[in-house]
């Protein structure tokens, strides 16, 4: 299967805790997205990557949150000493954009946080 | 401030029971309208995308238009694995990268 992949799909931990989530977008696809999703919600803008460099990140994206995307391939997710707010689904999606080429964003499976 | 509103929030049908889903939305410079799918605790799956008024996609049983306010989702004869929520989403000229801003979703029951 050659869709985006996110890791790991489900993750626990207790609020104060440091969490990191991956995402392996579809394959020559030079940007990356990375969305938030609450129960009842559509999903929500956290920021986004054209190759490596980060282009836009939301006002969602508090200072405790970093994404990095090395190499332009897969990318990263961390926050830091994580608030029961934090709790929700991270998804990732993929898109390739060139000349003539639509934007159109592939979601992965998402992972989903649950601070205790 | 672009924004994009679903309804209704939850619609129950019986299988066969033709119905449309709603999208309007409000964006300064529309660049694309998307139509997602999404199943219980997994990703949206990619529908459609439209990208001026009177453009329509069809796909099986489901059929997508676009005006320069709304956007419309019609199920034809729906069947019970149809049921999901459905998302709608917009790209705006405002957004400096490409962002989508999406609605709440509609939740789709189908039964037998």
């Known amino acids: 299967d050659t869709g985006v992949s996110q890791d790991p799909r489900h993750k626990i931990t207790k609020r104060g805790q440091n969490v990191t989530f991956r995402c392996d977008p579809i394959s020559e696809h030079n940007r990356l997205y990375w969305y938030r999703q609450t129960l009842g919600q559509g999903p929500e803008f956290l920021t986004y990557?054209?190759?490596?460099?980060?282009?836009?990140k939301s006002r969602l994206l508090s200072d405790r949150f970093s994404a990095e995307r090395p190499k332009g391939s897969f990318s990263t997710l961390e926050i830091q000493r994580t608030e029961q707010g934090d709790s929700a689904m991270y998804l990732c999606a993929s898109s390739l954009k060139g000349l003539g080429s639509t934007d159109t964003q592939y979601f992965g499976p998402g992972t989903r946080l649950t601070v205790l | 401030e672009d924004q994009v509103t679903q309804s209704p929030e939850a619609l129950r049908l019986q299988e066969g029971e033709s119905s449309s889903l709603n999208c309007s939305y409000t964006v300064s410079g529309l660049r694309g309208l998307f139509w997602y799918r999404q199943d219980p605790g997994k990703g949206p799956e990619f529908l459609f995308t439209?990208?001026?008024a009177g453009e329509e996609k069809e796909k099986e049983r489901l059929k997508a238009t676009l005006t320069k306010k709304e956007s419309f989702l019609h199920i034809t004869a729906p069947k019970p694995e149809d049921s999901a929520t459905y998302l709608c989403a917009v790209q705006g000229g405002n957004q400096a990268g490409t962002a989508l801003i999406f609605g709440k979703g509609t939740t789709l029951s189908v039964s037998s």
């Open positions: 990557f054209q190759n490596e460099a980060q282009l836009e």
């Open positions: 439209l990208y001026s």
